[in-house]
């Protein structure tokens, strides 16, 4: 591998945790942007003659710091006195070393999700801001996890680092009295992360194992700082999800559903992990629709084979589940459910309904269920129909392959 291809994987690996550190220490968002694509240009500079550093992150933070407070001091020149300015010269010959050590550099991307969910901002704006500087999604990839605009989407997160920068909103972690009423925000970003890893919204492959294990890892650190049952429900959640990723893609990398995965794949020391943290938030009944989630996806990991899978119990736990989280797919999952419990004519009628309201006209899983249970039937020009609905509204590509496949079987048949 040439050192241009080093600092490539440099900057897939270490961009996001060096912006976050960077923004702790200059305060500003657009500051820390360009001083991180300052370091990457020193980089590409420096690296080739003078080699890979020992530790490439501490290089790009220290880089992309100075390069900045260097910038400051230029804009200083040409004007009146900024106590801003000053404060960066006094930090510049303070204990630069503190700010790099190992736990305080491992807490930046924790400190930067709460800041990011500040409820001073609005919901959409928390979770967009997060998934865009914290993991890196670009506006595209967003736009379409919020089923919005791009342009919208990137108004909404200049106004949220707008808001932060007005309202001087601090850096940190909040102190315990704080940080319960804003889990719930730091919770549904840490899934939303692990989903674009667990399932990418886009692009060649299925999956994009950097974000989902980077959701796992912030939930490990959240659980460690605050032990709460809901935070626990989120970790076992993505656990047991993750723990099917080996046996969701074919060497080809094809889509390989549930109830056609080869078992013997699945990691069952994160099954273990994740049902044991199952067990201990349900038994704290401070538990809310994650853990409800993670129990449903133990039941699956609990099956030696499909057939086995408990679909009493799992259709139990949807109803529980619509209860505290009425959503649309919270409906169409347990449609399924009980088209698995009590065939599939009565879950199609569950799904027409459901796609009659509206919520769900355009939701690609909604009618590819609903083909799939056609198929059951042997409804084949239902079955084809709905199958081409859901390939126009597909735009990752495995998933495509999938849809296109069971179309080329229905013609087969």
Known sequence: MDIRERIDETYRAESRAVLATLIRLLGDFDRAEEALHEAFRAALEK????????????????????RSIDQRRREARFEAYDPLAHDVEADD??????????????????????TCCHPALAPEARIALTLREVCGLTTEEIARAFLTPAPTLAQRIVRAKAKIRDATIPYEIPGAAELPQRLDSVLRVIYLVFNEGYTASSGPELM????????????????????????????????????????????????????????????RAQIEEGSALVARALASRRFGPYTLQ???????????????????????????????????????????AIAMRDGPATG????????????????????????????RLGRIEQARAAYERALALTVQEPEKQY????????TGA
């Open 294 to 336: 993670a129990a449903i996806a133990a039941i699956h990991c609990e099956a030696a084979r499909a057939a086995d899978t408990d679909w009493q119990e799992i259709v139990a736990l949807y109803d529980l589940l619509r209860r505290i989280e009425p959503t649309p797919v919270v409906e169409l999952n347990r449609a399924v």
């Open 93 to 114: 010959r303070g204990a630069a070393e503190e700010s790099l050590e190992v736990g305080v550099l491992e807490d930046d991307r924790l400190r930067l999700i709460f």
């Open 403 to 410: 849809l296109t496949r069971r179309l080329a079987e229905l």
């Open 348 to 375: 199609l009628a569950l799904i027409d309904e459901l796609l009659a309201g509206g919520d769900l006209a355009d939701y690609r899983l909604a009618h590819a269920a609903r083909a799939d249970l056609y198929r």
């Open 47 to 66: 690296w080739p003659r003078e080699g890979l550093p020992e530790n490439p992150r501490a290089w790009l933070i220290s880089a992309g710091r100075f």
């Open 208 to 267: 994009r194992l950097d974000l989902a294990s980077e959701a796992i890892r912030l939930g490990r650190l959240l659980i460690e700082m605050l032990p709460e049952a809901e935070a626990e429900g989120l970790l076992a959640l993505m656990l047991l999800q993750d723990s099917r990723r080996a046996a969701r893609t074919s060497a080809a990398g094809e889509l390989i559903v549930l109830e056609e995965q080869d078992r013997a794949l699945w990691n």
